[in-house]
């Protein structure tokens, strides 16, 4: 399983570093410099508002089919006539229950013509991502990979000609950027339903409400948790936009958003752990395998890493900001290190919580969930009145640091790990050293080559070290081609 999880990795990680930070860097960036924090504001708040009820598309229906057919694959035509009709059925409810939602808080016509297209984007986002789940299930990682970075890809060409063509570019406004995303997440999804189909082979979609209330019984904890998750994960600049007054809010979220979008970035990467570990964890705890190895091998390769950006991104803030905008660089720079920090909870929750999620500890994963929503807000609501977006930032930090911790020990307890002293005084002394190095590279006048030694250098110490051994890799990679 191990050499499974290496070899799938390398391919996914090597697709999502060739398309997505293009994609963040070079095409979101370019956006929000050229429509300003305010107008980039209204449309990542009004995101993460569809994001906030995004469970009504999926009921927890992905997770749950995930770990169904990764443990039962003959199950893969039967399963597709429940749930493909259930899952437009669920579309049109999220619609109703988003627009209601959006009048009721008072969103004009604008903000409603915005939110319309982004309830679309989120049930093709939604529905492509619950197909991919049979995919991944039956261990196509291979097919997965290039199907994860489709929508993507897409949108870098439609963007790109919107941005980069002179004539288009001067009447560019955040609309068509919507318009664009909407495009490639049509064409995503029909691909992704036409691979689905070459392997399932045909099937009759129906509506039998006996099989739908078995299947959202089943899969109402998980829909549960990704709720409680998503608001603590994404309620902040929701809470910035409408708790500040007048264009305060919207100028707030943007620049929240200025320092979120790296954090944001390195997410879609943890998210690749998450995605290729659960239908492994799954198929393991089905057949009595220890992923106690597993478990420690996938959390050293995402912790070190996220370690190094974290301290680097505390000592670097300033320059990167100014590097990637024109504006608000000095409220941002601030935020940047906050939320990167926190970034070493969210990697944790990528590989503990996805073992909880596959071994079906549901109710633990929403205890620990409930009590974050409840953190999360109660320290917005706090802070963000004297704060403002630093005050999002921190409140961040402190839920995905604490339910990180949750997760861990919730993990220990029921799998009877043996807690690694020697690799906690390992990460310990990495973080140190990272540290120290940082604070060493100032002292050349040149940011971005005492930038790069940081790197450098945390990578070499960690080698060194034996937090990531390199024989492991090649001992695994031998057995692969045996």
């Known amino acids: 399983m191990k050499r499974k ?28 410099n050229m429509v300003g924090a305010e107008s980039y504001g ?9 994001l906030l009820l995004n469970i009504l598309l999926d009921l927890g229906i992905t997770n749950f089919n995930n770990r169904n057919i990764a443990q039962n694959s003959h199950l893969l035509k039967k399963s597709l006539t ?25 969103y004009n016509k604008l903000q409603l ?77 029909i691909i992704t339903y036409l691979t689905v189909l070459h392997y399932a082979g045909t099937f009759r979609m129906r509506l039998d409400w006996h099989n739908i209330r078995l299947t959202l019984k089943q899969s109402f904890p998980y829909a549960l948790l990704i709720l409680l998750m998503a608001f603590y994960n994404r309620i902040d600049s929701v809470l910035l936009e409408r708790l500040l007054p007048g264009s305060q809010g919207k100028e707030q979220a943007g620049i929240y958003a200025q320092a979120f979008r790296l ?23 089905k057949q009595g395998e220890n992923p106690s190895p597993l478990v420690q091998f ?54 503990f919580g996805t073992l909880l999620t596959a071994n079906g500890s549901l109710k633990q994963l929403n205890q620990m969930a409930l009590a974050g929503v409840v953190l999360n807000v ?10 403002q977006a630093l005050g999002s930032a921190y409140a961040s930090l402190t839920t995905q640091l604490l339910t990180a911790m949750a ?59 034996r937090l990531i051994s390199i024989k492991a890799f090649v001992v695994i990679l031998k057995d692969q081609t045996k």
């Not at 570093?17 to 070079?26: A, E, T, Y």
């Not at 720079?333 to 929750?349: D, K, R, S, Y």
Request: hydrophobic share 60%.
């Open 263 to 285: 954090l944001d970035a390195l997410a879609m990467f943890g998210a690749l752990f998450a995605g290729l570990l659960l239908p492994i964890f799954a198929r393991m705890i």
């Open 113 to 189: 013509h915005l939110l319309l297209f982004l309830i679309f984007n989120q049930f093709l986002i939604s529905f492509t991502l619950y197909l991919r789940s049979n995919i991944s299930g039956l261990h196509l990682f291979r097919t997965d990979s290039l199907l994860s970075v489709l929508d993507r890809s897409l949108m870098i060409v439609f963007c790109s000609l919107l941005l980069f063509t002179p004539r288009l570019a001067e009447t560019f406004s955040i609309s068509w950027f919507v318009y664009a995303q909407t495009a490639a997440y049509v064409l995503t999804a």
């Open 298 to 351: 996938a959390f050293r390769l995402l912790i070190v890493p996220t370690i190094l950006v974290a301290v680097a991104s505390i000592f670097y803030a300033q320059p990167i900001m100014s590097l990637l905008y024109h504006e608000h660089i000095e409220l941002s720079a601030p935020l940047l290190g906050i939320l990167m920090t926190g970034f070493t909870g969210i990697a944790t929750t990528y590989i």
């Open 407 to 465: 997760q861990v020990v919730i993990a220990t307890r029921l799998f009877q790990f043996k807690v690694d002293y020697l690799l906690l005084l390992k990460l310990l002394g990495f973080v140190l050293f990272c540290i120290l190095a940082a604070k060493a590279s100032l002292f050349l006048n040149d940011r971005l080559l005492g930038f790069a030694l940081l790197l450098l250098s945390g990578v070499a110490y960690a080698f060194l070290s």
């Open 5 to 32: 999880f290496v070899t799938n990795l390398i391919l996914v990680l090597f697709l999502n570093l060739l398309i997505k930070p293009f994609w963040i860097f070079g095409i979101d960036r370019t956006v929000q």
């Open 42 to 50: 209204l449309y990542f708040s009004l995101l993460n508002f569809s």
């Open 82 to 106: 429940n749930i493909v009709g259930l899952k437009f059925l669920l579309a049109v409810v999220y619609a109703v229950v988003c627009l209601l939602t959006a009048a009721l808080i008072g």
């Open 378 to 387: 109660s320290l917005n609501l706090l802070l963000i009145p004297q704060l």
